[in-house]
């Protein structure tokens, strides 16, 4: 989940293709639409060596143009993906460059609702990066860039979603308000020609889920797996309503029936699958069939927490102790923070 911002928005951005062009000829104008993707875009991220090359041409059109805030916007955002693809130090350092970067595209030009929108992503996603004083501030530049987005214009659906993200997010001190996210929501499904509809109905059904409101929760994201828009993903409504009935509802019956659709539509390589296929079985008492399932997951993840647990109760309810023991320590190892934790201590 990339980052947590990010990995929110990820269900959002369409990019222009072009044919690859060489690196050693990459122009300034094939720089910039290997990087500015769309945020709804679902095309495989460019490669390190296309974001050195990207990055040098960039820079170096940036310093013969330092008015026009396009080239600015692009280095930024090969910034924003060069921290996506880093860790720890260096990715905060990017992020820190990034944020520096659509600031300054902002001040070059402040009625670009794109720059506005990017400047407030960086800005939230470098929260976790500082202290809380600075948290809040960062928290109210994203916010404030944000709703600056809107106001330039109103049918702006990525800023949208990442505004009602926002008010679910925030304490209350910082702005936090169900009901405004709620009103996002409701935005996007009234933006003409539909094209905010998937998203709204996303946005309704994730408040729904938060409020235990399973009726509404279920009726808004069966309503976005027939939705259009941008962005629309009928398969990633499914797998949310699925996965919603299963960690936040425990309904297993429920949810049994929607996985069962869900894998007949999923990719052969897709984990998240196999983890709802497992997790039916768990939770309806069938462990032993469970288990083969969570182990293909996490061969392939082994970063992958749900399964991770899942593994570790399966193993402890059917007796197999050295098992069990083995994944409720790299639990532990790998998620200090997660509630469980202390019940995989404990266990």
Request: aromatic share 6%; hydrophobic share 45%.
């Amino acid at each position: 989940m990339p980052r947590p911002f990010i990995a929110m928005l990820a269900t959002l951005l369409t990019i222009l293709v072009v044919a690859p062009a060489q690196t050693a000829e990459l122009t300034p104008d094939a720089a910039y639409t290997l990087v500015a993707r769309d945020i709804w875009s679902k095309d495989p991220l460019p490669k390190p060596e296309e974001l050195a090359a990207a990055r040098k041409v960039l820079e170096a059109q940036a310093k013969r143009e330092p008015q026009a805030a396009r080239w600015t916007f692009a280095v930024a955002r090969v910034a924003t993906i060069e921290a996506d693809q880093a860790s720890g130090d260096t990715a905060k350092e990017k992020r820190t460059e990034a944020l520096k970067r659509f600031e300054q595209a902002v001040e070059l030009a402040p009625g670009n609702a794109d720059y506005q929108y990017w400047f407030a992503s960086a800005s939230i996603e470098r929260v976790d990066d500082v202290g809380m004083l600075s948290k809040m501030s960062l928290a109210a530049d994203g916010r404030k860039a944000l709703e600056k987005a809107i106001s330039i214009d109103s049918n702006f659906v990525a800023a949208r979603v990442g505004l009602a993200q926002f008010y679910l997010g925030a304490p209350g001190i910082a702005g936090g308000s169900v009901e405004k996210a709620k009103a996002q929501g409701d935005a996007l499904v009234a933006i003409p020609e539909k094209r905010g509809e998937y998203q709204g109905r996303m946005v309704l059904a994730g408040i729904a889920a938060r409020e235990k409101d399973w009726a509404e929760m279920s009726r808004q994201y069966t309503l976005a797996e027939t939705a259009g828009g941008v962005g629309a993903d009928p398969v990633a409504a499914l797998r949310s309503l699925a996965l919603q009935l299963l960690t936040a509802k425990k309904d297993p019956q429920a949810a049994a029936p929607l996985v069962e659709r869900y894998l007949k539509v999923a990719p052969a390589d897709d984990v998240t699958a196999w983890y709802l296929d497992a997790e039916v079985k768990r939770q309806l008492g069938h462990c032993a069939d469970a288990l083969p399932r969570y182990d293909r997951v996490l061969a392939e993840r082994p970063e992958a927490r749900g399964s991770r647990w899942g593994a570790a109760v399966c193993h402890d309810q059917l007796g197999q102790k050295d098992a069990a023991r083995r994944d409720y320590e790299e639990f532990v190892r790998r998620f200090p923070n997660d509630d469980r934790a202390k019940d995989a201590k404990a266990a």
